[in-house]
């Protein structure tokens, strides 16, 4: 049985959250839609005991509510939600109650996941994809700044760490 939340039920903490995550949809969305052939899904917060991620496959992907506790993880967070929207993206058809992975749906996943790491559209290197989750993490820590709300320790640690590796580069 999976509900959907609507934005107004979200502490500020969590509609800052779903806001970096739909960025991060909105960038991969960009970057993507030519092997996706549908139209970019919203992102919302949802509550399943059976799944991680759901869609309507036309319109909305549902992530469980659940894995905002593991937001302080930063990058790692990021890339298993990322992971999670790809997943859905591959699907065409509701996923509540079924879940099938077809022919189709693999060499798509395929596709985007292991082909997609450098992508080529119009004879262009064009997105890492392995840089969105860094991207969307650093785009959740700065916003909770701007709205005074304290970032969890073990994302500013990691990003204390990314800034430091670039700053050795």
Excluded: M
């Excluded at 993206?89 to 798509?108: A, D, G, Q, R």
């Amino acid at each position: 049985n999976q509900e959907k939340f609507e934005t107004n039920q979200l502490s500020k903490k969590e509609q800052i959250l779903l806001k970096s995550v739909r960025r991060l949809n909105n960038i991969f969305y960009k970057e993507y839609s030519v092997l996706l052939r549908c139209k970019k899904r919203k992102i919302v917060f949802g509550n399943s005991l059976a799944s991680d991620a759901w869609t309507d496959g036309v319109s909305y992907i549902a992530l469980n509510f659940k894995f905002i506790e593991l937001s302080e993880y930063g990058t790692k967070f990021f890339d298993y939600i990322l992971k999670l929207i790809i997943h859905e993206y591959c699907h065409n058809e509701f996923t509540i109650s079924v879940h099938p992975h077809n022919e189709e749906f693999y060499k798509l996943y395929h596709d985007i996941t292991i082909k997609g790491g450098f992508k080529e559209l119009k004879d262009n290197l064009v997105l890492n994809i392995s840089n969105l989750p860094k991207r969307a993490a650093i785009v959740y820590h700065n916003e909770l700044e701007r709205n005074d709300i304290k970032a969890p320790k073990k994302l500013k640690e990691e990003l204390s760490n990314i800034q430091e590796s670039i700053e050795n580069d």
